[in-house]
Each structure stands twice: as structure tokens, then as C-alpha cells.
């Protein structure tokens, strides 16, 4: 069955730096696009950045130059590096396999002063 495990979320200052990882099982991983979301309070589910099988990244406007996606298809694991953040990044933050209907728990990042 699909698994998905993200962690690495805390409670930061502005212009902090978190590193979320994602441990994913169940699927052949390397098959597919990887992606990171979040959800803040109210508010959709949205994507942040996406990584395909080889390697190409997309990021959402808000988050370019800030965070970077990457992907260990040997340890089936997802990450995303988190710099510079701001408090309009509070959110919990989720990993997908995209073509996978599954969401794992998520990881709550909250960026405040």
C-alpha cells in the first residue's frame, strides 16, 4: 500500500530555514512526478513545487528562489529546502505521487515572529 511520511516541520523566526523530507513507500517511486503542497488555514490546497522523474523542477511564484525540491529515487525519498521563510508560508505541508490518489498526515510549518 502507498506510503507517504513526511516530516521535518517546526515552529521558525522569518528568514529561518527548514528542511521537509518525505519517506515514501508502496510505489515504484522513481516512476513518478513528486510534488509538494500546502494548506493553510482557510484557505485551498495549494501546489508549491513539483519534480518530475527526470529531474526538472517547477515552484510556484511566491516560493521561486526561496525553496528547492529534490529527489533521492534510491532511498525513496522526497525533500524540500526551505530558505528565507516568511509568515505567508505557515501552512501544513504535504508530499504526493502525482497519478497516486493518496495524501499522507502532512507536517505543519509555522513561521512567525
Known amino acids: 500500500q502507498v506510503q507517504l511520511v513526511e516530516s521535518g516541520g517546526d515552529s521558525v523566526q522569518p528568514g529561518s530555514s527548514l528542511r521537509l523530507s518525505c519517506a515514501a513507500g508502496?510505489?515504484?517511486?522513481?516512476?513518478?512526478?513528486m510534488s509538494w503542497y500546502r494548506q493553510a488555514p482557510g484557505k485551498e490546497r495549494e501546489l508549491v513545487a513539483q519534480?518530475?522523474?527526470?529531474?526538472?523542477?517547477i515552484y510556484v511564484d511566491s516560493v521561486k528562489g526561496r525553496f528547492t525540491i529534490s529527489r533521492d529515487n534510491a532511498k525513496n525519498m522526497l525533500y524540500l529546502q526551505m530558505n528565507s521563510l516568511k509568515p505567508e508560508d505557515t501552512a501544513a505541508y504535504y508530499c504526493?505521487?502525482?497519478?497516486?490518489?493518496?495524501w499522507g498526515q502532512g507536517t505543519q510549518v509555522t513561521v512567525s515572529s
Open positions: 519534480i518530475n522523474e527526470g529531474h526538472s523542477t
Open positions: 508502496g510505489f515504484r517511486f522513481s516512476w513518478h512526478r
Open positions: 504526493k505521487a502525482e497519478g497516486l490518489n493518496y
